[in-house]
């Protein structure tokens, strides 16, 4: 019996429940998560003139060193040109943060988990797989996400790198999942509406983040070319590429990336160093943990007896493919992030979802697997948000200090008080580890991130201390 006729039988009400169980779980947590890093930065208008916000930020005068806060439209539309110009082309994603630091972070943490639950849904669109028979494909995918992809807590809790690299999924995902399913249904109807949708959606797709742009062109145009060898293109597809191409194009071009370049790595050229230092560290980290997302996907491609490809088999393929260009597509980038894991697990756990639903296994193993893993994730879970809630408290606590403070200069800021940390189990999954003090408060002078910091709570500036 194929995996989807026995979820079915699990009951829709219980994939509905795991949704709303673990986005519920999601939202507490980017709740509890304060502002950090890079998200103080933006919250003041871009001072492209002298070096930016963040690590090229200038020091040396009271004029340079101050930055006014966004409170406006027009001071964003200001903040995101020189932006745009002086430090980096993501300016959707830019746009995105700023503004939620503008408005408030209440309204970011709801935003974020409705992003969250509309990624869920994405990739299960994308698998052709029904929410009411999902169940274990829920729980693998937040197995996946949650566990076993690296820095998932800075890609999609943390403000500014959710905006980067969650938002940025959705975006991609949203933009294929009209190609998927004209091949899925061998029908591909046009019109006007859906040129200009696709426009849109291919705008927002590619200019996204780069490596993540650049496989969803790459498995676009590869799903153009099934289409067109089954009578199904359609000038939808073309508009949406085209989009998608002058999207990732404004971004790549963006004079800011240049100037960046520049300024934090003076004199770079690209060497035979580089590429092996990024392929035998952070693209390993990467692929390895796309592998073990991929476990269904093998095991059906070990079972199946049919010869050639259908469908399915084409889209498991044609995900994981585009899944391995988004860490290859690092390589040859100055700095090999490892945030992007995200774009490329979301791909993957596409085909990976593709092949649970196909999948023949007995039922006794499939329910007895999914009280397991939902067993263990719920436990998982519990203890992330035992020790965000004890982050939470010693964050607010530091904010109260240098608030009450602000006329030491500088005020003092001791390292976070996070109890229970679970660092055997959390490994990069909890915050902890990016939060030696407040905010990333660093024990040197002239940090963009300690200035930042202070003039947000009104202080003048702020020194990490040990105790």
Same mark, same amino acid.
């Given at each position: ?270 060497? #035979?160093? $580089?590429? @092996?230092?990024? *392929?035998?560290? /952070? ?7 796309? !592998? +073990?997302? %991929? ?56 085909? #990976?979802? $593709?092949? @649970?639903?196909? *999948?023949?296994? /007995? ?7 999914? !009280? +397991?893993? %939902? ?93």
């Amino acid at each position: 019996m194929q995996v989807r006729r026995v979820v079915e039988g699990l009951g829709s009400v219980r994939a509905q429940t795991v949704l709303i169980l673990f986005a519920g779980f999601f939202f507490v947590r980017t709740c509890l998560m304060p502002l950090m890093g890079d998200d103080y930065g933006y919250a003041f208008i871009w001072d492209g003139a002298h070096g930016g916000n963040l690590a090229g930020m200038a020091f040396g005068s009271a004029d340079i060193e101050v930055r006014h806060r966004v409170e406006s439209f027009a001071d964003l539309v200001q903040s995101q040109w020189s932006h745009y110009m002086t430090w980096g082309g993501r300016a959707i994603a830019h746009t995105l943060i700023q503004t939620f630091i503008w408005l408030g972070k209440p309204l970011f943490d709801v935003a974020n988990a409705i992003v969250f639950v509309a990624l869920i849904l994405a990739v299960l669109k994308l698998a052709g797989v029904r929410l009411k028979s999902a169940t274990l494909s829920l729980l693998w995918m937040f197995a996946c996400l949650f566990v076993l992809t690296k820095f998932s807590v800075v890609s999609m809790i943390y403000l500014t790198g959710s905006c980067n690299y969650m938002w940025a999924a959705l975006c991609q995902a949203a933009f294929v999942i009209p190609f998927v399913e004209a091949l899925r249904s061998n029908a591909a109807a046009t019109s006007r509406r859906k040129n200009f949708l696709m426009a849109v959606l291919g705008i927002f797709a590619g200019w996204s983040n780069e490596a993540g742009a650049l496989a969803t062109i790459c498995l676009a145009a590869f799903l153009i070319v099934v289409c067109r060898s089954r009578g199904l293109l359609r000038p939808w597809m073309t508009v949406g590429f085209a989009a998608a191409v002058v999207g990732c194009a404004v971004m790549f071009l963006a004079p800011g990336n240049f100037v960046r370049l520049e300024l934090t790595h003076a004199g770079y050229h690209y060497s #035979a160093a $580089i590429f @092996l230092h990024h *392929l035998t560290d /952070p693209f390993v980290k990467v692929v390895s943990v796309d !592998a +073990i997302a %991929l476990i269904p996907m093998f095991a059906y491609f070990l079972t199946r007896r049919t010869v050639g490809l259908n469908t399915s088999e084409i889209l498991m393929l044609a995900f994981t493919a585009a899944g391995l260009i988004v860490p290859s597509a690092m390589l040859f980038s100055p700095e090999f992030s490892v945030y992007i894991s995200l774009p490329s697990m979301i791909f993957v756990l596409v085909a #990976a979802t $593709i092949a @649970l639903n196909e *999948l023949r296994v /007995p039922v006794k193993f499939l329910r007895t697997a999914s !009280a +397991i893993l %939902l067993t263990a994730l719920v436990a998982y879970f519990a203890t992330l948000i035992y020790v965000d809630i004890s982050l939470y408290k010693d964050a607010q606590r530091q904010i109260e200090f240098i608030r009450t403070h602000r006329d030491i200069d500088p005020v003092p800021i001791s390292p976070m008080r996070v109890r229970h940390r679970f660092d055997w189990l959390h490994a990069q999954s909890s915050v902890v580890p990016y939060v030696t003090h407040f905010a990333g408060v660093e024990p040197k002078f002239e940090s963009s991130w300690n200035s930042c910091v202070a003039q947000y709570y009104g202080a003048h500036y702020v020194f990490a201390v040990d105790e």
